[in-house]
């Protein structure tokens, strides 16, 4: 079964970036990344399809996330700009479906990377 590890969280002041990996130990196909906030349900931040042609962000999401990934190391990105208090959260990749408007994890849950942005 393919593990996937996600990192690159971190603190970072309101303004700046980040950019979050999710390295998978064989191939993969279609990604989702989700936070999960204290006291808030785990969201949907963005999807890719396999082979990274169709990207997917929920309205609330679009304009600073960018989702991308490489194939050929097993790794999809997540590039944060822009970061908001509001934005911290564990960010977690997983296997995941589109359908509809939305992503459905397909399985379990890793650790995730930790995400803190200060005001």
């Known amino acids: 079964q393919v593990q996937l590890v996600e990192s690159g969280g971190g603190l970072v002041q309101a303004g700046g970036s980040l950019r979050l990996s999710c390295v998978a130990s064989?191939?993969?196909?279609?990604i989702g990344w989700y936070r999960h906030a204290p006291g808030k349900q785990r969201e949907l931040v963005a999807h890719?399809?396999?082979?990274?042609?169709?990207?997917n962000y929920p309205d609330s999401m679009k304009g600073r996330f960018t989702i991308s990934r490489n194939n050929a190391k097993n790794t999809v990105y997540l590039q944060m700009n822009s970061l908001k208090p509001e934005d911290t959260a564990v960010y977690y990749c997983?296997?995941?479906?589109?359908?509809?408007?939305?992503?459905?994890?397909?399985?379990?849950w890793g650790q995730g990377t930790q995400v803190t942005v200060s005001s």
């Open positions: 890719i399809s396999s082979s990274g042609g169709t990207t």
């Open positions: 064989g191939s993969i196909g279609a």
């Open positions: 997983n296997k995941a479906q589109w359908v509809g408007r939305t992503a459905i994890p397909l399985a379990a």
